[in-house]
């Protein structure tokens, strides 16, 4: 290897914020720390514990619902519209009774 153009390699470690988990590593960079690991992410768990750091699922709950209840009241208006007219009644039997 030529001298001085090769960046320093560190023997550090990578903690998880999440879990608390940590691993020695080699490299560039001293004291990593990441958001999700394979010990505590989803994926590799098989539960659904979501990490929500920035509120990206709050704010997608929030979209669902409000297009979710524009879906239906657009369902309701269909329905009133589409529900046929009330019968009137026949002008004849108005003026002779039911029997005519």
Sequence with gaps: MKKG???KHYYTQV???TCGSVWPVISTRENMRVDVCSNC???YTGEQRIVDTAGQVDRFMRRL???QDQQA???RRR???EKPE???RSLLKEIYG???
């Design 86 to 88: 009330p019968k009137k």
């Design 65 to 67: 619902r409000t297009s």
């Design 79 to 81: 329905a009133e519209r």
């Design 15 to 17: 903690v998880c914020g």
């Design 41 to 43: 992410h989803p994926f």
């Design 98 to 100: 039911e029997d005519a």
């Design 73 to 75: 009241e657009i369902a």
């Design 5 to 7: 153009i090769h960046p």
